[in-house]
């Protein structure tokens, strides 16, 4: 692979990780690597890992999967980043609510608007200032 350069010096760990488990009723073997900067031990990097994948599998896969998000025909102007949000508050008031499962409690209160803004105005309001390192705005 001409012209691509590699700083090998700051490397410090390589992390292999092997899956083991069953998805639709069948069993899967999956190994995968981590090239890593960072000097934490392997209790360390399986919680980050894990981590990730708790993020991955309880928010991205939720709204690819159970709102088909990567599915959306909305590409101009602010509207998929809009949408997104609206997904995520969907979600977050669902959990709050104390719906472990996002499509059975889409089903149960999707019909009833009176129950909508009840799960809405069971959500306590909490101001939150942003963190200036995480929030940007662009002015274009």
């Given at each position: ?5 590699y ?7 390589l992390?292999?990780?092997?899956r083991?488990g ?6 899967y073997h ?6 890593s900067?960072?000097?934490?031990n ?5 919680q980050?890992?894990?981590?990730h ?35 995520s ?30 799960l ?6 909490r ?14």
């Amino acid at each position: 692979m001409s012209g691509i350069s590699y700083d090998w010096e700051g490397l410090q760990r390589l992390v292999k990780v092997e899956r083991f488990g069953t998805r639709a009723g069948k069993p899967y073997h999956q190994i995968v690597y981590y090239i890593s900067s960072l000097t934490i031990n392997a209790a360390q990097f399986a919680q980050g890992i894990r981590g990730h994948w708790g993020i991955e599998n309880r928010l991205h896969w939720v709204k690819d999967v159970v709102l088909d998000e990567d599915n959306s025909r909305m590409r101009q102007g602010n509207a998929p980043a809009n949408f997104s949000i609206i997904r995520s508050l969907v979600l977050t008031i669902l959990r709050y609510n104390g719906y472990s499962s996002i499509t059975t409690g889409i089903r149960l209160i999707s019909h009833n608007l009176e129950q909508i803004f009840q799960l809405i105005r069971n959500v306590p309001t909490r101001v939150v200032e942003p963190n200036p390192k995480t929030f940007m705005v662009s002015s274009s």
